[in-house]
């Protein structure tokens, strides 16, 4: 006889970066929904209800210790958020060695390791990665090659795993959001809020139909203003 199906408030989600911006209105509506909510994060975030590992995803050993702790606590994993980012922007010229090992280490190699730590527990729970990418991943701009370049990579990663796991149920979707008003101050009427990026995430982990599993999904403002023609703003506008 197979085991129940556990209840939301049963399920454990993991979230990187949830310290504040998207990251943290992700974990907010994931234990909004029900679920216990841990999160690896470079600074705390000192919410009650988030179960906190302070981590520097950049450091191997850290990330793997990150991991362990959160399954010795909790005992299982059921959803896992690769959020974490760092975007560093400069030209192909001026870019920093140590900007452009530290993009890829957090944005790209974290992920892949976050993902090795996690198979395990997400295979026994038949679960569901999300990964957050970005439209820097396929639209470029002046001054962002190391941001885009580790974007773009996580399609390969994501679609990668899907493929690998779909025969062991667990689902893998990567996230590709347009503009986010991810900072405190930023009241644009142009971007996206957090919560309604958490919201996407939201469904994404607990409503998706059971015979289908989103590979990809875009997602972009519903307004736009004047067209830009150069940099990081053009993201706004597409």
């Known amino acids: ?13 993991l979230v990187t970066g949830a310290n504040r911006g998207t990251g943290l209105a992700i974990a907010a509506e994931l234990h909004r929904r ?13 919410q009650d209800w988030l179960s906190e590992v302070i981590c520097d995803l950049a450091d191997p050993a850290a990330l793997e210790r990150a991991v362990a702790e959160v399954l010795e606590r909790h005992g299982r994993l059921d959803v896992c958020v690769a959020n974490a980012v760092v ?22 190699t974290s992920v892949f390791r976050l993902v090795q730590a996690t198979l395990p527990a997400l295979r026994a729970s038949s679960g569901s990665y999300v990964v957050m990418g970005s439209h820097a991943g396929t639209r470029w701009f002046e001054g962002g090659f190391a941001y885009a370049a580790t974007k773009g990579a996580l399609k390969a990663l994501v ?15 990567l ?10 101050a930023d009241d644009t009427p142009l971007k996206m809020t957090t ?17 289908l599993v989103y590979g990809e999904a875009e997602i972009r403002p519903a307004r736009l203003g004047e067209p830009q023609v150069a940099g990081l703003d053009r993201l706004q506008y597409v």
């Open 87 to 108: 975007r560093r922007i400069a030209t192909v010229g001026e870019l920093s060695a140590e900007d452009w090992d530290e993009s890829v280490a957090v944005n790209l």
């Open 175 to 184: 996230l590709s959001p347009g503009a986010i008003a991810n900072r405190a």
């Open 34 to 46: 029900g679920y216990r909510v841990a999160a690896l994060n470079r600074t705390p975030a000192g």
């Open 1 to 13: 006889m197979s085991s129940p199906e556990p209840s939301a408030g049963d399920r454990v989600a």
């Open 195 to 211: 919560e309604s990026v958490a919201r996407c995430v939201g469904y994404l982990v607990q409503d998706q139909p059971v015979d």
């Open 159 to 173: 679609e990668t795993l899907l493929l690998e796991e779909r025969p062991n149920g667990v689902r893998a979707t």
